[in-house]
């Protein structure tokens, strides 16, 4: 067999550099202004505490994983590999900011609780990813590839795509000058003068346009540097111990967000192997759950998560290095304070067309990567994010006026347009339901009426708990929603019995 030597940085990975690192310091940066402005906490804790824990975890991450691809790379001799990308989830972000963080400082006045029970949160969603680690190759076996990149590009259009599409053509001048940078460079594999990579020229044009433009303010930029928060990411249990008795009413929550998060890990690693990239199911868990602990044990409440995004990178020239690189710069610019000062510096509608073409080739890969005949299942299983990102941006605007849904009435809602109820139901537990649905819908289409069966009465059983179309863990948590389940599932066994009895094969059922 031919060896190949593994390269650990070739000149390509500066496209994955310039969007990972774009994609991170996005994420990093609405993080700070959710803690900061939304929810209220001081600068000290969110600049000198919370961010440097973020950029620790993103750099122990990425070193894992730029391992694992140097192990993936050395063992099928190959010098295309790509490193899993990796960040803060940005779900979870918006959702323990809005769950626990927002609601414990809200209610206390004291942001050091607050802070320590989001912690607390965190470190109970790493050990679910741990324990989920031993079922979760098994469970990517089983479960239609349709399902799970169906469910995956649901939660890239919407939390990935959705709101950086807005913010392009809410500042059209730079944002459609980047986006038409990125689609040339990356759809259109144009090269860019001087071999430049694709995401460092969007975001020089971008910058550039923003300052003469006046877009940008010197005077906040001057102000920033004289602000800047440093710190350093010190562990403590005794965190988790303050933060416990705050955190406990909020914890049963985290259960289903744990779930969400190992199910996001087996979709990615598929979305990977699609790709060319098979890596292990369950040591990408197992560094998930781990790097998410370490990370919580240090300050930092969000947990880490292998990024939607891989076949993009990869098909932009990403191989090994970029991973590496892109956590030790968000790392270094977090202990350095220097996040607030960016900023200032980078309007960030520049580099929002980065996030847009990933929502693009993930949803793109969903519908190529499987059989035509299976492309209303990979809709189906979209249909449960656009709910979830649709009830979570209500909450947040009606969430700014001091009021929520349940204050202004369902049925107010609902004679406007918006059964709030009925996406409260859809959305929750998202990328599970996603998988669900589509799941069922495959079988459907295959004509596997007792799989069909059995997926329905775990969705029963998983609606009975809360786990899925719940709001909290418990029991007997959505009796309609079981019980419709239920019916569907004897719907399906009708039937499948039905041809049976008839004496039809599956293929002769498939080909009518």
């Known amino acids: 067999m031919l060896t190949i030597k593994t390269k650990y940085f070739v000149k390509s990975d500066w496209n994955g550099f310039f969007g990972l690192f774009t994609n991170n310091l996005t994420n990093v940066l609405v993080m700070a202004s959710l803690l900061s402005a939304v929810v209220g906490l001081p600068g000290n804790i969110v600049y000198g505490r919370i961010l440097p824990a973020v950029g620790f975890s993103i750099l122990i991450s990425s070193l894992y994983y730029t391992f694992m691809a140097i192990k993936l790379s050395k063992k099928e001799h190959r010098d295309d590999v790509t490193a899993l990308p990796a960040g803060t989830s940005v779900p979870h972000m918006f959702l323990i900011v809005f769950l626990i963080i ?33 079922i979760g190759p098994k469970v990517r076996k089983i479960v239609p590839r349709a399902a799970m990149l169906g469910s995956l590009a649901g939660v890239s259009i919407t939390y990935i795509a959705l709101n950086p599409a807005f913010s392009v053509f809410a500042i059209p001048y730079i944002g459609l000058v980047a986006l038409a940078i990125v689609l040339l460079g990356w759809i259109g594999k144009v090269k860019m003068p001087f071999n430049i990579p694709v995401g460092l020229v969007a975001i020089i044009v971008g910058v550039a346009i923003g300052w003469i433009s006046g877009l940008m303010d010197g005077g906040i930029l001057v102000d920033s540097l004289s602000n800047i928060n440093m710190g350093i990411p010190i562990p403590s249990v005794k965190r988790y111990i303050d933060g416990f008795q705050e955190a406990l009413p909020f914890l049963f929550s985290a259960i289903p967000l744990g779930i969400y998060n190992f199910f996001e890990t087996i979709d990615n690693c598929e979305s990977a192997a699609v790709a060319g990239d098979h890596y292990s199911t369950k040591e990408a868990m197992i560094a998930d759950g781990t790097t998410t602990i370490i990370g919580s044990l240090f300050g930092n409440p969000f947990p880490t ?57 993930i949803t793109t890969q969903a519908f190529t990567s499987v059989k035509h005949k299976y492309a209303p299942a990979v809709v189906l299983a979209i249909i449960p994010a656009l709910a979830d990102w649709t009830k979570n941006a209500v909450d947040i605007a009606i969430g700014t006026l001091n009021s929520s849904a349940g204050d202004i009435g369902y049925n107010v809602l609902e004679v406007a347009g918006l059964n709030y109820y009925g996406m409260m139901g859809l959305g929750a537990g998202s990328i599970i339901v996603g998988i669900i649905l589509g799941s069922i819908a495959v079988y459907v289409i295959d004509h596997k009426f007792m799989y069909a069966t059995i997926v329905a009465l775990i969705a029963a059983l998983l609606s009975f708990f809360g786990i899925v179309h719940g709001v909290t863990v418990g029991i007997n948590m959505n009796q309609g929603m079981t019980i419709g389940y239920v019916f569907m599932a004897l719907i399906f066994l009708g039937y499948y019995i039905y041809y049976k009895k008839k004496g039809v094969s599956i293929d002769e059922k498939v080909s009518s």
């Open 102 to 134: 927002g609601p414990v400082f809200w209610s206390t006045g004291n942001a050091y609780l607050a802070w320590a029970a989001g912690l607390v949160w965190s470190l109970l969603e790493g050990v679910i990813e741990l324990l989920g680690s031993f």
């Open 305 to 361: 998560a292998i990024f939607i995004g891989h076949p993009g990178w990869k098909e932009a020239g990403a191989r090994i290095g970029y991973s590496f690189l892109t956590g030790l710069s968000i790392f270094l610019l977090t202990v350095l304070g220097l996040f607030s000062v960016l900023l200032n510096i980078i309007p960030v509608v520049a580099i929002l067309p980065i996030l847009l073409y990933i929502g693009i080739v």
